[in-house]
């Protein structure tokens, strides 16, 4: 009976949602995603990342935008 986020999204260290997933965020709901789209988008194998998943290249920002740009057709 919780709502619940996902980690991987938060620079624990800082204590602050890391930017590029709020740019990720930003850029699937500008391409009329949901939000529960753009979650699990985070979490599936990607062809282009040779089936890592963009939630394993999120500290990578410039790779993550990149990838995220190509999906959402920015």
Request: charged residues 25%; aromatic residues 14%; negative net charge.
């Amino acid at each position: 009976e919780q709502f619940l986020y996902p980690g991987f999204q938060f620079d624990w260290a800082a204590g602050r949602v890391l930017p590029s997933v709020k740019d990720v965020v930003r850029m699937g709901r500008q391409a009329g995603w949901q939000d529960e789209r753009i979650a699990l988008w985070f979490y599936t194998a990607n062809r282009f990342l040779s089936d890592k998943r963009p939630v394993d290249v999120r500290s990578n920002e410039e790779e993550l935008i990149t990838l995220a740009g190509a999906e959402f057709g920015q």
